[in-house]
């Protein structure tokens, strides 16, 4: 190891040498060590800009993407990418070479696109030379348009198109529906496909980002603004069914929309918050009469209140935790959802904080502690609160001072019902640089009928890689695997699982140890990338009111340990079997 440090070393600085050097460095590619191939490798990526390949040395390269080794692999990748072919015939073999070593590894795609974008910013004269084979076209005749959702072509496109950014020459002789398919390309992968001017069909221009992206911010705007009109009307069906819409439309516009991804999923969350507010609220907005006795609840309006808190905390955690670049002031009034949420299941139970003086001090204690939370963000930070806690800040000093006496706890309950029949529909317009946190598995595969069997009480290892996308801090990162009765594992992977591959990107690949006991047939269990967070207070506390009234929901154990989750992406189904040991 010390020699190749030293030869490296030695052809970065004297370029005559690197030449001499190459032979060397490419023989230790067939090393039998992984550590000294890694080492090769990544070593002749520092001085490949300088030197020019012979065609036995490229086969050689190429050949040792066949490893079995994914790092070795992502190391040759990188190497390719910043070499420098001097003939269309390299390139023609390099760019077959990855096609096929992505039929062999399909979770190694984000990789290989990465290296084929690297070879088409590098060769743009070449991809020239290469464009009727690389797009199968013909001067005379027109071809069967591709498959856009064939990741061998859009490779393809993908090394075209950054070709064509410092080959102009090229954008005229691209077919009309590789036109179109640079429109979707560009959309969906704005990383790894560039600006161009295309023309499409009718002579307009194929994209135009920056009018794009402001396009689609102001219908977020718009959006979030149509919801703002309505919020104070006494109509509350056509309130609540403005928001439906208006989330639908938000989250709709989260899929098509990269460049507004961020903020109109976070909008719609919010807005899908107030919506479950509202009709929380709904009971105590409806009757008029001067007090409004929550005993009147039936059994199914406690249970959709109990699912309503679930989904209260879970989406509000989530836009907390779950995207980055949230101000403070957006902040607070995500802590606000939480704090009404927490007035709503006092006001449905308050029979049993009549009945329960240890209950009523328990479930009054934690809602100050949370309002208290609320209050010191906005006064450390300058932010006004809302007027919808208003009721409950005037009630603090009294109830504290005398907690569990019939009139305190009268006051408290009409403090509770103000906040209630007071509730207004809050918009907020979030800010367009936030983003979210996102993860990509590719390993395990999706849609995958193999069967990982083992024996029973064992351990068995699960290869789980991933690319994970705008996380600030990789602790918080973990993996939530679901068994098929419920039970929920967790898992932490080590900081050495960890690669930053941009500032915005890491990827993940650790194996997950699996054990449970014998199984008559296979099942599937679900895995999945989530972050880790401590709530404000112990929710647990919250369902404590359910459980006397019999009421649970199907989510209320996740609340139960000190640490909480939010899952960054669909979960991945791996069937599993364990199976019997068989003596003979």
Request: hydrophobic share 40%; charged share 20%; aromatic share 6%.
């Amino acid at each position: 190891m010390a020699s190749l440090d030293a030869l490296c070393q030695l052809a970065m600085e004297f370029p005559q040498f690197s030449v001499l050097s190459l032979d060397f460095l490419v023989d230790m590619f067939n090393d039998e060590i992984d550590t000294v191939r890694l080492k090769a490798i990544d070593g002749l990526r520092h001085v490949i800009s300088s030197v020019e390949l012979r065609e036995d040395q490229l086969e050689t390269i190429l050949g040792v993407l066949l490893d079995c080794s994914a790092d070795i692999r992502e190391a040759i990748r990188m190497l390719l990418g910043n070499c420098c072919m001097n003939s269309k015939t390299a390139l023609n073999l390099t760019i077959s070479s990855l096609l096929a070593n992505l039929m062999r590894y399909p979770q190694d795609r984000p990789h290989i696109w990465i290296c084929l974008k690297e070879l088409g910013c590098h060769h743009g004269s070449l991809g020239f030379a290469l464009l009727p084979e690389l797009l199968n076209t013909h001067p005379y005749f027109s071809a069967k348009e591709p498959d856009i959702e064939d990741p061998a072509y859009i490779g393809v496109l993908i090394l075209v198109f950054n070709a064509a950014s410092c080959y102009p020459t090229i954008i005229p002789l691209f077919p009309q529906h590789t036109v179109r398919h640079y429109r979707y390309l560009r959309g969906s992968l704005p990383d790894l496909v560039p600006d161009l001017e295309l023309k499409s069909d009718l002579g307009a221009p194929a994209v135009i980002p920056a009018a794009y992206s402001d396009s689609a911010l102001h219908l977020v705007e718009t959006a979030v603004d149509k919801v703002e009109t309505v919020s104070t009307c006494e109509d509350l069906v056509m309130v609540q069914t403005v928001l439906e819409n208006t989330t639908s439309e938000l989250k709709r516009l989260s899929e098509l929309s990269r460049c507004v991804e961020g903020v109109a999923d976070c909008s719609s969350l919010y807005l899908r918050c107030q919506l479950l507010l509202l009709k929380a609220f709904r009971p105590w907005l409806r009757w008029t009469g001067s007090s409004c006795q929550s005993t009147c609840l039936s059994s199914s309006l406690l249970v959709a209140g109990s699912y309503s808190l679930q989904m209260l905390l879970e989406l509000s955690y989530a836009m907390q935790y779950g995207y980055v670049t949230l101000t403070v002031a957006e902040q607070a009034a995500v802590m606000e959802i939480r704090v009404l949420a927490h007035v709503y299941q006092l006001l449905s139970h308050s029979h049993i904080l009549v009945s329960s003086k240890r209950e009523s001090r328990q479930q009054i204690a934690c809602l100050f502690d949370r309002l208290q939370l609320y209050e010191k963000l906005c006064q450390d930070n300058g932010i006004d609160m809302s007027k919808s806690v208003e009721p409950l800040l005037s009630a603090k000093e009294r109830v504290f001072s005398g907690i569990g006496s019939g009139s305190l706890l009268q006051t408290l309950q009409q403090a509770l019902e103000h906040v209630a029949k007071g509730f207004v529909v809050q918009t907020h317009h979030f800010s367009p640089s936030t983003r979210r946190i996102s993860a990509e598995i590719l390993l395990p595969q999706r849609n995958s009928e193999k069967v990982v069997d083992f024996v029973s009480s064992l351990a068995v290892a699960v290869q789980l890689e991933a690319v994970i996308e705008n996380v600030p801090d990789t602790s918080t990162v973990c993996i939530q695997v679901t068994f098929p009765d419920g039970k929920q594992l967790t898992v932490r992977p080590k900081a050495s699982d960890f690669k930053e591959l941009s500032k915005t990107k890491h990827r993940l690949r650790t194996s997950v140890i699996l054990s449970h006991e014998n199984w008559s047939d296979n099942c599937k269990i679900q895995v999945s990338v989530a972050l880790t967070y401590v709530p404000d207070l112990n929710e647990s506390i919250l369902f404590n009111m359910n459980e006397q009234l019999e009421v649970k929901t199907d989510r209320t154990s996740c609340w139960s340990s000190k640490f909480a989750l939010v899952e960054v992406c669909p979960p991945v189904e791996v069937r599993i079997l364990p199976k019997e040991k068989v003596y003979r």
